[in-house]
């Protein structure tokens, strides 16, 4: 049933635009929390942990009107907390899978998942009282699903060729815009729709990208355009390279069209094509500088640790920002009083949603702000020469040129100096107790999302082997969700002992955030050092080249 690359290839706009809306809407939806929470407190999830004496709010739409209370936010926050950590940490075997049976399975589990899913809220909605611990279970597969689907998809753009970094780019900016689904959804409940049917509807879409898997997606994962070429294929009968490729990868081609046609292979007897295969380039490549660098050494780098601390940080702020926007909302409604009137419920609870909604509208922003900072990292990269030569020397007394290497830490320095801080703003605008500026806080909290998983991705592809990069980013994933844990406590301890104040949370946050710069400085320094080393020792770099980051 599964299509041959060659068959993929021919089919790869059909599966780009349908990967981009199966993204955008079953991603991470799960990030759309604020949304979420109103529903299932509409529909009852543990409200029997409330009593009259510590509700906080009761329920307008629900018939019988359900109580509301901090011990029903915690509970429900503890599941989005599951339901995040599973999102993100599963990144890492979610790799090793995809390096071994590519991404066709991964995706196939995770749209079953995500079915599974939906079903579960839905069954659980049914009786409440009794099926509100499913809710834990719905929202892991939820997560669980929505990053098979999203980390699946991130290898499509190779077949794009020069097309990659903007695929790419629209790939994490669905992903990131997924948030949106959620507050979408909401309006349709707030029309009167059953939260049952919505569920079961939403659960049979999620088959729908079942079936678009198991027709269209290939068995076989995309090899990227350094390992082939999928535009002009190698064929026996009429050899066809392409004119663009030079230097280095230029001999990579021509030593293993050489050693093909040298083979004496079934298909050279019978006339059929045959054509360069990512395993042919790894044969021939990756037995040079790169497949000489350990991961163990690439693990203990100082770019590496410096980004699991810068991205920890990141991911923590994001996370805890959606976790607790509603509760900081109100407190800037009601301004921490204690004991309020009905008007004030009522206020409260209409200025929330409304917010709500408009902070998930702005998640679509995403499929903006990620090519944006797509751009940065391929900024002047085609007028860079991929390494030093003697040439090189002699040309550096008229014009010294640009090396590729250099140019990316530049860009990645650039990307990381504007995501910290715009992190920074976020974090000051959310000290600020004015309704209003909020909104500059949902544009900021946006643009953050969108640029420091790229930024991330695009270090990690400037300075690492190829082969290390799934490992490296599964594994940066799975310590920033341990990171996004400490949000549990951190909403506990603001509902709790500071009674709804954000502002020591925030703060500490803010301060904490500071260390984010320490990577692009760290960055610069290294920059500035392997500049020295291109101009001085002419023969170093072409070592250093083969693993610049593990001597970092």
């Known amino acids: 049933m599964a299509p041959t690359l060659e068959e993929a290839y021919r089919r790869r706009w ?40 510590n509700t906080t709010n009761t329920s307008q739409d629900a018939q019988p009107p359900w109580l509301s209370c901090n011990q029903q936010e915690e509970m429900l926050n503890l599941g989005f907390t599951i339901g995040s950590f599973v999102l993100s940490a599963t990144t890492l075997p979610l790799g090793v899978l995809m390096d071994r049976f590519g991404p066709r399975p991964v995706r196939l589990i995770g749209s079953a998942c995500f079915a599974a899913s939906c079903t579960l809220m839905a069954l659980a909605s049914w009786d409440t009282k009794v099926l509100s611990p499913l809710i834990f279970l719905a929202l892991s597969l939820n997560g669980f699903g929505g990053i098979c689907l999203t980390f699946s998809s991130l290898t499509l753009p190779n077949m794009f060729g020069n097309l990659r970094s903007t695929f790419m780019a629209l790939m994490i900016g669905s992903y990131a815009s997924s948030a949106i689904t959620y507050p979408g959804i909401k309006l349709i409940y707030d029309a009167g729709v059953s939260f049952m049917i919505i569920m079961f509807t939403w659960s049979s879409l999620a088959c729908l990208i079942f079936l678009n898997c198991a027709f269209n997606w290939p068995s076989e994962a995309f090899p990227s355009p350094e ?62 500088a790169e497949k000489s660098v350990p991961l163990r050494k690439s693990l203990c780098s100082p770019i590496f640790l410096w980004s699991l601390l810068t991205m920890g940080m990141t991911q923590l702020r994001i996370i805890f920002y959606m976790a607790a926007m509603n509760k900081m909302l109100e407190y800037i409604v009601s301004g921490g009083q204690e004991h309020e009137t009905d008007d004030l419920k009522q206020r409260v609870t209409e200025t929330v949603e409304f917010y709500s909604s408009v902070f998930g509208a702005m998640q679509l922003s995403c499929l903006l702000t990620c090519p944006l900072i797509g751009y940065v990292m391929d900024w002047r990269i085609k007028d860079c020469v991929d390494t030093p030569t003697a ?65 991330c991705g695009g270090l990690y592809a400037a300075v690492y082997p190829s082969n290390h990069f799934g490992t490296l980013t599964g594994l940066q994933s799975l310590i920033s969700a341990v990171f996004a844990l400490l949000q549990q406590p951190l909403f506990m301890a603001m509902v709790g002992p500071l009674k709804g104040e954000p502002f020591w949370v925030n703060l500490g946050l803010l301060l904490f955030s500071l260390l984010g710069f320490l990577l692009p400085c760290y960055l610069f320094y290294y920059r500035t050092r392997l500049q020295r080393e291109y101009i001085t020792h002419w023969e170093g770099p072409l070592k250093v080249l083969g693993s610049p980051e593990v001597t970092a």
């Open 14 to 53: 059909w599966m780009a635009c349908t990967a981009v809306l199966e993204n955008l809407f079953f991603s991470a939806v799960l990030l759309g929390w604020s949304s979420l929470l109103i529903m299932l407190k509409n529909e009852g999830f543990y409200s029997s942990m409330c009593s009259a004496e």
């Open 227 to 288: 390992e082939v070429n999928y535009k002009e294929k190698i064929k026996l009968r009429g050899l066809a390279l392409d004119h663009k490729v030079t230097g280095d990868r230029f001999y990579t081609y021509v030593t293993t069209v050489g050693q093909r046609l040298s083979q004496k292979a079934p298909s050279l007897e019978e006339g059929t094509d045959s054509f360069i295969s990512s395993q042919d380039v790894r044969d021939t490549s990756e037995k040079s």
């Open 391 to 455: 040439r090189d020397g002699v040309a550096t007394k008229s014009v010294r040129p640009r090396y590729r290497k250099i140019q990316k830490l530049t860009n990645a320095i650039n990307a990381f100096t504007l995501t910290n801080l715009l992190l920074v703003g976020f974090g000051i605008t959310c000290l600020i107790n004015n309704l209003h500026l909020q909104f500059l806080t949902f544009v900021l909290h946006t643009m953050v999302r969108g640029f420091y998983h790229s930024a």
